[in-house]
């Protein structure tokens, strides 16, 4: 019952962290809202597991990005009946800075995306990512680096306020 109000308690206050993780990592709210409900989901039913965690946000983190990886691996994800034909797309970027960096993030491969986000959104070490993203140190800052500059190339002269480099 202990374990259930804790579970419960993190849940609770998590949800909106993760969902802003989720958001800039697919770029639409209701599939990052899913994105949000299959990794609780999952933390929920392993429950069981979760007395061995050491650290449940870093759990939910690794979850929420294997989710949302594993969701671009599917080919059919990519396709969507529509009664009509959706309105026209929003182009490249725009004024606000805020949708011209999600806009230009959609671009990115995912994992490239995952490093991006859980290194400049999460605040992540380099190690601490590789670790969440079971890859090398060396391949995070590849994606870093190669992820920045892509975003400077995608993004307008005026928002390069993404100083950072790929430490």
Not at 55 to 78: C, E, G, M, P, Q
Request: proline share 4%; charged share 30%; aromatic share 8%.
């Amino acid at each position: 019952m202990r374990q259930e109000q804790e579970l419960h308690d993190y849940v609770t206050a998590r949800r909106p962290a993760l969902f802003r993780s989720a958001f800039l990592l697919c770029g639409d709210r209701d599939e990052a809202d899913d994105l949000v409900q299959a990794t609780l989901v999952k933390l929920i039913l392993g429950a069981r597991r979760l007395r061995r965690i050491d650290s449940l946000d870093a759990y939910a983190r690794k979850t929420l990005v294997n989710t949302f990886i594993a969701s671009r691996r599917r080919f059919w994800w990519r396709e969507h009946a529509y009664g009509e034909l959706p309105e026209t797309p929003l182009p490249a970027y725009d004024a606000d800075t805020g949708v011209a960096v999600r806009a230009a993030l959609a671009v990115l491969s995912p994992k490239q995306r995952a490093v991006l986000v859980l290194r400049y959104w999460e605040d992540l070490s380099v190690a601490a990512t590789a670790d969440l993203l079971g890859l090398p140190e060396s391949t995070v800052r590849s994606h870093s680096a190669r992820g920045i500059a892509a975003l400077r190339g995608l993004l307008p002269s005026d928002t390069h306020e993404l100083q950072g480099d790929a430490r």
